[in-house]
């Protein structure tokens, strides 16, 4: 288990950068379509998560008094449906600031490098105490990390079809299908 949710949390990672690698400095700041967020508003989205988690895992755990998998389904199965609309909390909205794609893929470089270390080595069956997730209530490790990798994802079609709405609407922009 922990060597999948590594390699797993890995090629994530590997893919949002290659995704945010195809945005240029103008385009990752330009809002595609009415009622969308930038690209770099999606990626800023994804930092603030990530980093929490990584706060969540990093913090106080507790054993577990509950099968520490017993929420991995339903969150795969949740955030893996295109067809659902979430409303994001507002701790982890994005700011209306322009943004810096390098700084964005190095800081979300180093945040899954830290979530990936934490699936490679620590106890994923411990309770993270330090963070409430709204409505699930307090996840495993496990759940953390297996959370964080399918709402990246989520987020990685969401920027995919920026980047195909920008091919589709400008002369020098890349089409791109990863998912």
Not at 8 to 14: C, F, L, M, P, Q
Request: hydrophobic share 40%; proline share 3%; glycine share 4%.
């Amino acid at each position: 288990m922990k060597n999948e949710l590594s390699a797993e949390i890995a090629g994530t990672r590997d893919v949002l950068i290659n995704v945010l690698n195809s945005f240029n400095e103008e385009n990752i700041n330009e809002v595609p379509f009415e009622g969308s967020w930038t690209g770099g508003q999606v990626a800023e989205h994804v930092l603030k998560s990530a980093s929490g988690v990584l706060a969540a895992l990093e913090g106080d755990t507790k054993l577990a008094d509950r099968d520490p998998e017993q929420n991995v389904a339903q969150l795969r199965e949740l955030f893996l449906n295109f067809d659902i609309k979430f409303k994001s909390p507002d701790f982890i909205i994005p700011s209306d600031e322009p943004k810096d794609k390098d700084f964005l893929i190095k800081a979300l470089s180093t945040t899954f490098d830290g979530i990936e270390k934490s699936a490679a080595s620590d106890d994923l069956t411990l309770i993270c105490t330090t963070f409430e997730m709204p409505v699930m209530g307090y996840l495993s490790r496990s759940e953390f990390i297996n959370f964080t990798s399918v709402h990246t994802q989520r987020h990685i079609r969401q920027l995919s079809n920026i980047l195909d709405h920008f091919a589709k609407t400008h002369d020098n922009a890349q089409s791109i299908h990863l998912l």
